[in-house]
Structure formats: structure tokens, C-alpha cells
């Protein structure tokens, strides 16, 4: 059973990889997106906390990583880990290595939250009153989500919510995700992610995702951004 734990999230892991894919104003509804030039994310340096566990806790590990993003390539070091051994290897360290290949060879695209890769539906407001865009896949991608992103009041994108428009195997199913955003800066960058997914014969299984960004774009994160970020981290269940 950890093994099938194991091969189950490693696949599961590898499409929540691109969360950090760009998210831009082109081809959504413009009646209700803020009108303004997009910063492009083109370098930072964060330090990344990374938990995968399953329903029951029999397997779970942790990982922390200083991550940076510099002339268009990808690089991590690891500073600390604990738990399983095998999850270590096989989900999280996989999970940057795979990311790591896909930046570095300029793949990322398919993640983006762009006219692109997605029909976008007119804002409207859900039963707690926030602004949200329905987002649907134009084609089957483990890497694109099937749901809605939720907008401030000014229009800017704060999280996007759903499942993924197709499994990444035969032994996961339901995988859903939800991704956060914050402004840093002015550029808007991802700060959290949490995926689950149902693992056949094993139950459910959890990734979280935290960035803790130390410089966006070359310039220094200050401390009320850094605390802006941690407001937007709330889960509101």
C-alpha cells in the first residue's frame, strides 16, 4: 500500500508542478478583470515549505527549499526534510525536479491561465458574495483546471479552484487544487496551493504548497508585504 501511495502522488504531484504558472489579463472578460498593464514574473528567490501526507497520516513527509528563478532557469537547494523516505524522493524532490525540466525548457505555457488554454465565462457573484469567472479547459490536460478563479473587488486574481480537467492516472481520481495569489511589488505571483486527490485502495492523499517570497523581479520583499501574503493564505472552509 505505500508503494501504491507513493506511485499514485508522485503522478498527482508532478501536474500541480506548474502552479505557479502565469496568470494574465488577456481573454478574460474585460468588463470585469482590472484594466492595467500585467507585470511579468521573470525572476525571484523563495523559500518553498512542502507537506504531502495521506487521510489516515500513515505516510506523510515534509520539505523546505530555497527556490529561485533567474535568466528563465529554474534552481532549488534543500534545507531541510523529514518523513518518508520514499516520499521524499519520489513526490517532493520529484515534484522540483519536474518543475526544474519544464521551466528550464520554457514548457510552462501549457499552465497558463490564458485565452489560450481556457474559455472564460462573465464575472458574476456566488453565494458569498464574491466575484468569481468560470474557467474551462479547451482541451483534456493534467496541468489545467476545471473550476472558477475568484476576484478581489478591483478585479485582480486572487485564487483559482477546481479539479483537473483530466487524471493523472488510472490510481488517482478527484484531484482538486486551489491556488492563491498576492501582489508583490505589483507583480502577481502564487503563495499557496493545496491538491488532493482520492488514491485507489489507499483513500485520500494531500500536497500543501507555501511560498515565502525574499525578492520579486530584483527588488527586495518587505515586511507588511510578506504580511499582505500571509492574509491571503487563509483558508476559508
Not at 203 to 229: T, W
Request: glycine residues 8%.
Amino acid at each position: 500500500m505505500r508503494r501504491l501511495w507513493v506511485a499514485a502522488c508522485t503522478l498527482f504531484a508532478a501536474s500541480a508542478v506548474l502552479q505557479a504558472g502565469a496568470a494574465t489579463d488577456a481573454g478574460w472578460p474585460t468588463s470585469h478583470v482590472l484594466s492595467r498593464a500585467e507585470q511579468t514574473l521573470h525572476s525571484y528567490t523563495a523559500y518553498r515549505r512542502m507537506h504531502a501526507y495521506s487521510e489516515s497520516q500513515k505516510h506523510e513527509a515534509w520539505m523546505e527549499a530555497w527556490t529561485e528563478l533567474k535568466d528563465g532557469q529554474f534552481s532549488y537547494t534543500i534545507v531541510s526534510e523529514n518523513g518518508s523516505e520514499a516520499i521524499r524522493g519520489r513526490v517532493l524532490r520529484a515534484m522540483l525536479d519536474r518543475e526544474q525540466d519544464m521551466v528550464n525548457k520554457g514548457e510552462t505555457g501549457r499552465a497558463d491561465l490564458t485565452a489560450e488554454n481556457y474559455d472564460f465565462t462573465e464575472a458574476g457573484r456566488d453565494a458569498t458574495g464574491a466575484r468569481v469567472v468560470q474557467i474551462k479547459p479547451k482541451r483534456a490536460d493534467v496541468m489545467l483546471v476545471d473550476g472558477r478563479a475568484v476576484l478581489n473587488d478591483s478585479g485582480d486574481l486572487v485564487r483559482v479552484e477546481g479539479k483537473l480537467s483530466k487524471n493523472p492516472s488510472f490510481w488517482t481520481s478527484l484531484v482538486n487544487i486551489v491556488r492563491r495569489y498576492a501582489r508583490i511589488g505589483g507583480v502577481r505571483v502564487p503563495v499557496a496551493s493545496e491538491t488532493t486527490a482520492k488514491v485507489k485502495f489507499v483513500g485520500n492523499a494531500q500536497l500543501d504548497v507555501f511560498y515565502d517570497y525574499q525578492s520579486v523581479n530584483g527588488r527586495p520583499v518587505g515586511v507588511s508585504e510578506r504580511r499582505s501574503v500571509e492574509l491571503s493564505r487563509i483558508v476559508v472552509r
